[in-house]
């Protein structure tokens, strides 16, 4: 198998490049589960987000970032858009997103009584990897809805044309690969 060496954070990892496309491969990139990189990780983009209320993260890959972000900051909690609405959601708003590794719509919803903690407020929006930008965006329309006021976007790892990027903090480059 194809891999990619990935080192973040002091932490070494060999990726498996798995096909998306026939014309695209990427590095797969998996924090669920992983420890280490998460406990790594959070402290060094923790220095880029003081002055924020809250962090904000999509549902599933984002979480334990953002809760050990969460410690780091010493905050006592974070919001997560979740990918459908739930029975004892208030209100919920709602976005559609297509991202790179998914490949098919998904929702995201906010809660109503999350909406109302970040409205007027400093937020922080997280996730794993930042590669189109596409799951960022539709989770910073959700905050704007909300009447929040998107201060840092931040991950782990940006990816292809993400790098570029000036308006995103991230620790390294994940490059992405040409399918055969």
């Known amino acids: 198998m194809e891999t990619y060496t990935l ?13 998306i496309s026939k014309e695209l491969k990427i590095a797969s990139f998996v924090i669920l589960g992983d420890t280490e990189i998460v406990a790594a990780s959070a402290p060094l983009l923790a220095e880029h987000l003081n002055g924020v209320d809250y962090l904000v ?23 997560v858009a979740r990918k459908n609405v739930k029975p004892y959601m208030n209100e919920p708003l709602i976005n559609q997103v297509v991202s790179i590794t998914t490949q098919k719509e998904q929702l995201l919803c906010l809660d109503g009584k999350d909406a109302a903690k970040i409205k007027g407020k400093q937020i922080a929006l997280i ?5 189109t930008g596409e799951s960022m965006r539709v989770l910073e329309e959700l905050v704007s809805k909300a009447g929040g006021i998107v201060a840092a976007k ?18 390294e480059k994940l490059p992405i690969f040409k399918g055969n």
């Open 7 to 19: 080192r973040v954070a002091g932490v070494k990892r060999e990726l498996p490049i798995i096909p």
């Open 127 to 131: 996730d794993d990897v930042i590669s």
């Open 57 to 79: 993260t999509a549902e599933a890959k984002g979480i334990p970032l953002v809760y050990e972000l969460a410690k780091q900051l010493e905050m006592n909690e974070y919001i």
């Open 154 to 171: 931040a991950a782990i790892l940006a990816e292809g044309a993400a790098v570029e990027r000036d308006d995103i903090i991230y620790l």
